[in-house]
C-alpha cells in the first residue's frame, strides 16, 4: 500500500509560480512511476508530468517548456515546480503512484487557481 499526499496549491496571479510537492508513505520501495495529473471544473483528468524513479520524465505538451518535475532519490517527495502559470492552469492537482506490482495510488488532490 501507498499514501499520497499533496500540498503546495493555491492562489496566484497569471504569470506567477507555485510548487506542487507529493508525499509518499507506506511501500515506497515499490513505487516505479509518480505522475502529476489535473482535472479543472466540468473535465476530464489530464495528464501532467510523470518521473520515473531512473530519473525519466515526461510532460504533456502544454506544460513543456514551464513545469518541471522531479524528485528526492528514494521517491518519498516528488514535486511539480509550476512557472509562467497561465488561468487555463486552474485545476485540482493529483498525484498518482505506479507500482511494480502493477497497482495504482491516488493522493487527495491540490487546488491550483491562477487569476488573470
Known amino acids: 500500500q501507498v499514501q499520497l499526499v499533496e500540498s503546495g496549491g493555491g492562489l496566484v496571479q497569471a504569470g506567477g509560480s507555485l510548487k506542487l510537492s507529493c508525499a509518499a508513505s507506506g511501500s515506497i520501495f515499490n513505487i516505479n512511476a509518480v505522475g502529476w495529473y489535473r482535472q479543472a471544473p466540468g473535465k476530464k483528468r489530464e495528464f501532467v508530468a510523470a518521473i520515473t524513479r531512473g530519473g525519466t520524465t515526461n510532460y504533456a505538451d502544454s506544460v513543456k517548456g514551464r513545469f518541471t518535475i522531479s524528485r528526492d532519490n528514494t521517491m518519498h517527495t516528488v514535486y511539480l515546480q509550476m512557472s509562467t502559470l497561465k488561468p487555463e492552469d486552474t485545476a485540482n492537482y493529483y498525484c498518482?503512484?505506479?507500482?511494480?506490482?502493477?497497482?495504482?495510488?491516488w493522493g487527495q488532490g491540490t487546488q491550483v487557481t491562477v487569476s488573470s
Open positions: 498518482n503512484a505506479g507500482t511494480y506490482s502493477f497497482e495504482n495510488y
